[in-house]
């Protein structure tokens, strides 16, 4: 079994009805001044792991931060990950599992390729991360940042394909999601809750303006239900936007830094939990030509330690 530990992840049960969260004023407001600390926070915001391309190396686009509609955002229970019995290793659970094989057609060779790059990271950069990671969350990760690159999209990939089930709220989706992806978000909470936390702004571009601005009202709580990689510079943010995009500038607690563990190495990618809760703290305004939206988030310890 898999021992999560915390309400956090472990309490609630599905309610169909359930569509928003009833935040408290007393709540929002106390986001609101989270919010209004953020211009401190976001000068420390940097990452302390630097992960530097090799002498005569150029580093690879990291197609994570490209922007991704997020269509739903009500409120989801929390689920109850440690209910899923944990009956094979990481790399088995990939290669076996005929779920994860129906919408992940080139999950041998994702699998293949994340067996090698956990065997390089203790020798190069990532030695002083991986060390308290065990096999199996850290090879969850870097299965999480793995790209097949493919001239047809993101389809097929596993972080696509995983994103997507995580967002589906119907109880019988919300179902389906647990018995194909669980023992793998098992994994990868775990490991991720050993990497270095970050506690500061961050940002992350959203694509369609309109549908955005009709959603995120100020004071509303919301929860993307999916893992969200996310930078702390706003330049590289803005670079990934579409034209007719909004950047969302995120007052985060509970990051996660990965730093060099990942198939595309960024010093300024924070990755944020599925369990993430946020609430609106702006109404939209414009900034140097860009259209922003502030949010704080709520939950406090979204991964596992």
């Known amino acids: 079994m898999c021992s999560l530990g915390g309400d956090l992840f472990c309490s609630g049960s599905w309610d169909e009805s359930i569509k928003l969260w009833n935040v408290p004023q007393a709540h929002v407001a106390h986001a609101a001044t989270l919010a209004s600390q953020s211009g401190l926070q976001e000068a420390a915001s940097a990452a302390k792991d630097t992960v530097r391309p090799r002498e005569g190396e150029t580093r690879a686009e990291n197609p994570h931060l490209k922007p991704q509609e997020e269509p739903q955002i009500g409120i989801l229970p929390t689920t109850k990950w ?70 047809s999209g993101k389809a097929g990939n596993l972080y696509f394909e995983l994103n997507n089930a995580l967002r589906k709220r119907g ?25 270095p936390a970050h506690q500061g702004v961050v940002y992350r571009g959203m694509p369609g303006k309109d549908f955005v601005l009709s959603q995120y009202k100020k004071g509303r709580p919301i929860q993307w ?45 924070v990755i944020l939990s599925p369990n993430c809760r946020f609430v609106v703290t702006s109404d939209s305004y414009e900034q140097d030509g860009v259209t922003l939206v502030d949010l704080v988030e709520t939950t406090t310890d979204a991964f596992i330690s």
Not at 97 to 117: F, H, L, P, T, Y
Not at 237 to 243: D, G, K, P, T
Not at 246 to 258: A, E, F, H, P, Y
Request: aromatic residues 6%.
């Open 171 to 195: 109880v019988e989706d919300r179902a389906s999601m647990m018995r194909t992806w669980g023992p793998f978000v098992c994994y990868a909470l775990k490991g991720m809750g050993q990497l």
């Open 82 to 151: 440690e209910d899923i019995s944990l009956q094979r290793g990481l790399l088995e659970e990939l290669r076996a599992n005929d779920g994860i094989r129906a919408v992940c057609r080139e999950i041998g060779r994702i699998a293949n390729d994340v067996e090698v790059k956990a065997q390089e990271l203790p020798f190069v950069v990532a030695e002083d991360l991986v060390k308290n990671i065990g096999e199996h969350q850290l090879q969850a990760i870097l299965a999480y940042t793995h790209d097949l690159q493919a001239p």
């Open 225 to 269: 239900g999916a893992f969200s990689s996310t930078s702390t510079s706003k330049a590289s943010s803005v670079q990934f936007m579409e034209a007719d995009g909004v950047l969302l500038k995120i007052d985060v607690q509970s990051g996660r830094k990965l730093g060099a563990i990942s198939f595309f190495p960024q010093e300024e990618e």
